[in-house]
């Protein structure tokens, strides 16, 4: 009776722990062949010139695949990664390894699911399965109080009916080894100048540094509730709360730790003086699961601009405008300031992202979809539902009844980031660029 071989495609899923796709190819097959690609579409160059991905974002991607594979070398396994099409490389890798399944996480935005669907097209000619698993929400779409169609457009009825009506998942377990074929090429990491970009250059500034990877996670989410339980003993429950982010944004963005795995750390702290700001982490994963939800239940149309009536001019006239936002030259110290930490770091704070998304729409009246994507570009967390979503919010093209941050009209306040007055003070040299202090 010949072997059964299941090849694991891993895309915004890289981590060992609560992996579902994983535990079931360890459970269902004899051999497990992991992969991942590296898709040229999202290393891509807009018409403007500038990447789909960004160095930041890219460096730590690369790191998190590193990671996977040094992990998966501790089971016992081994990586497969390729640069290519997964339409054209999954097939030849099934072939070529005598593959009976491929299992993957379904995503939701439509980049994503046409890629999926490409695949799943490409494997059917070979009379192979592309199956589906859903592992990138804290709720699980089966555990819904209603279908996805009648999912609520308003957040907080969402809210609501989830959290009274509901209930999240334990965690998978850890396979205990992983099976693979004898592998002949496993392929080499790419290099950033590979993927067509430079190396980031981390500025002497930065208070955080993300780095990618399953371990690194781990070390930050316990990291982040033992840090902040010292923080509420030292200043006491009630002033705990502020500037107190958990930061596992990055992390959550390529699945190198689930929702479910932070929700069941927040767990452990809601009965004690921690409970706020276990409340306030649990809320983040709600909006995450919010926004993919919606674009489950709408497609496109969730973030669909009605731009009926709008002159091509009155594009062409924000150029300028929209030019010194990016760069941090609008004259307003704290969007600047935000700007700038944005561009030499991929990272802000959500306070910012609200305030300079804010700014860009409402008061210089650009096109909300280049702000979307310049954040997709430079945002190390970038996450296509969240990210678009958040947008589309702010712009007021969704059917949403609430806006998501009522921060987002307010002044900044003093508190909003230490790291933020830094850059908000630094000096500029002619170029442009920040000069070192």
């Not at 796709?21 to 459970?27: D, H, K, T």
């Not at 490409?118 to 109080?145: C, M, S």
């Not at 592998?183 to 540094?209: C, F, H, K, M, V």
Request: proline share 4%; with cysteine; charged share 25%.
């Amino acid at each position: 009776m010949s072997e059964k071989t299941i090849l694991v495609w891993f895309r915004n899923d890289l981590r060992i722990h609560d992996n579902e796709i994983l535990l079931e190819a360890v459970r269902k097959a004899d051999r497990v062949l992991p992969v991942y690609c590296f898709d040229p579409y999202y290393f891509q160059r807009s018409v403007s010139g500038y990447p789909k991905t960004g160095s930041f974002r890219a460096r730590f991607l690369l790191e998190a695949v590193a990671d996977l594979r040094k992990n998966l070398q501790a089971y016992g396994a081994e990586l497969v990664i390729r640069i290519g099409n997964p339409a054209e490389i999954l097939p030849q890798l099934a072939e070529q390894y005598q593959v009976n399944e491929v299992y993957h996480h379904r995503e939701v935005a439509y980049e994503e699911t046409e890629i999926s669907e490409q695949v799943e097209a490409a494997l059917w000619k070979l009379r192979l399965n592309l199956k589906h698993f859903i592992g990138h929400t804290l709720y699980h779409k089966e555990d819904l109080p209603f279908p996805i169609k009648d999912i609520p457009d308003s957040f907080a009825i969402f809210k609501k009916k989830v959290e009274r009506d509901s209930n999240v998942r334990q965690v998978v377990p850890t396979p205990e080894q992983i099976s693979t074929p004898e592998i002949s090429d496993a392929g080499e990491l790419p290099t950033l100048q590979q993927l067509g970009l430079d190396e980031p250059i981390d500025d002497a500034r930065a208070t955080n540094y993300f780095q990618g990877g399953e371990t690194a996670a781990l070390i930050q989410l316990h990291k982040y509730f033992s840090s902040s339980e010292q923080a509420v003993k030292l200043k006491g429950a009630k002033n705990s709360i502020t500037n107190n982010s958990s930061k596992l944004s990055p992390w959550l963005s390529v699945g190198c730790i689930s929702p479910r795995q932070v929700y069941w750390e927040i767990f452990k702290h809601t009965q004690d003086s921690f409970a706020q700001n276990a409340s306030m982490l649990k809320l983040e994963l709600l909006w995450r699961d919010y926004f993919r939800f919606m674009f489950k239940k709408h497609g496109q149309k969730f973030i669909k601009a009605d731009t009926e009536g709008q002159e091509t001019e009155t594009f062409a006239a924000n150029e300028a405008d929209f030019n010194k936002w990016a760069h941090g030259e609008t004259g307003v110290p704290f969007i600047d300031a935000c700007m700038h930490e944005l561009n030499a770091t991929g990272y802000i704070c959500n306070q910012c992202r609200q305030i300079v998304a804010t700014y860009l729409v409402h008061d210089l009246k650009a096109d909300w979809t280049r702000g979307a994507a310049y954040f997709e570009e430079k945002l190390i967390d970038y996450s296509p539902a969240s990210n678009w979503g958040n947008w589309a919010f702010i712009a007021g093209v969704n059917d949403a009844k609430e806006s998501k941050y009522a921060i987002a009209t307010l002044q900044p306040k003093d508190s909003a980031s230490d790291f933020v007055t830094t850059w908000q003070h630094s000096p500029i040299d002619e170029a442009g660029d920040l000069v070192k202090v």
